[in-house]
């Protein structure tokens, strides 16, 4: 099992003097990210879809193996809703095929207002090429249900593992025979940290659900002051600790106390 670690986004500000160096221009922080990580989760697509050849010039300025992680339109997800999912999902998988094998996989995340409703989920993950990795992030509490496990799992679907406050707010369901786990917000000091014990236990759930030829994706979305920075490197070998493969973090760097 490979377990990759990554952030959610690269473009941060904050983040100069602890994973870009002063003086390296922002226009090529992503070979400078991908120099110290192996996966990236872009966000961009969420906000506006960028053209093809953005998706193009991005697998160009990164090496063999990396691998991005695409979060789908919020189009698709927030004011559609899940509703006539087939033009929005074509023309995101056309712009994102520029990325061609660095094309990892795609994160629905859904709004909190939307409550479960399994034949639309059916139906958008249906549209989605055969072959593609999909992670669904709900965030209604109505959608734990025995009826919507059965649709990710009989669809490939990985239920996105969330964590907030350094727990977990999702169930801990396997639904396909690969995983997303997303870190959005520790309760460590300085804040939005991650203690050790916490990236531990994480590692340990994800050691303990996924057999050894299993890939996890892992993305922390704490970016303020590079806290997802210093957390994927604690989180790195806390998974190393468990015996399983990871990609490669940057050194020097761990997890709060």
């Not at 602890?18 to 400078?32: A, F, H, I, K, S």
């Not at 061609?100 to 958008?124: F, S």
Request: glycine share 8%; with cysteine; charged share 25%.
């Amino acid at each position: 099992m490979t377990v990759l670690v990554g952030t959610s986004g690269w473009q941060y500000k904050d983040w100069r003097d602890v994973l870009y160096p002063q003086g390296r221009p922002q226009r090529l922080w992503l070979e400078e990210y991908a120099r110290h990580f192996a996966t990236v989760e872009s966000n961009a697509a969420f906000y506006r879809l960028p053209e093809e050849r953005t998706f193009t010039d991005w697998r160009d300025r990164t090496p063999d193996g990396f691998v991005m992680a695409v979060k789908a339109s919020r189009y698709l997800t927030h004011i559609k809703r899940l509703r006539d999912p087939e033009e929005p999902v074509a023309r995101l998988m056309s712009h994102a095929a520029g990325l061609g094998p660095r094309l990892g996989p795609v994160l629905l995340q859904l709004p909190p207002t939307l409550h479960a409703d399994t034949g639309l989920l059916d139906a958008c993950l249906g549209c989605f090429p055969a072959g593609t990795r999909v992670a669904v992030e709900p965030r209604h509490d109505s959608w734990w249900t025995a009826e919507i496990r059965t649709v990710l799992e009989r669809r490939g679907a990985a239920l996105c593992w969330a964590d907030r406050g350094s727990r977990p707010v999702t169930p801990l369901w396997r639904t396909a025979d690969w995983g997303y786990l997303r870190f959005h917000e520790g309760r460590a000091e300085p804040w939005p940290r991650y203690g050790r014990q916490a990236l531990t236990t994480w590692a340990r759930r994800i050691a303990d659900t996924w057999p050894d030829h299993a890939d996890v994706y892992t993305y922390f979305n704490n970016d303020l002051e590079a806290a997802a920075v210093r957390d994927a490197t604690g989180f790195a070998r806390a998974v190393a600790a468990t015996g399983r493969s990871v990609t490669r973090t940057p050194p020097g760097r761990g997890s709060a106390r």
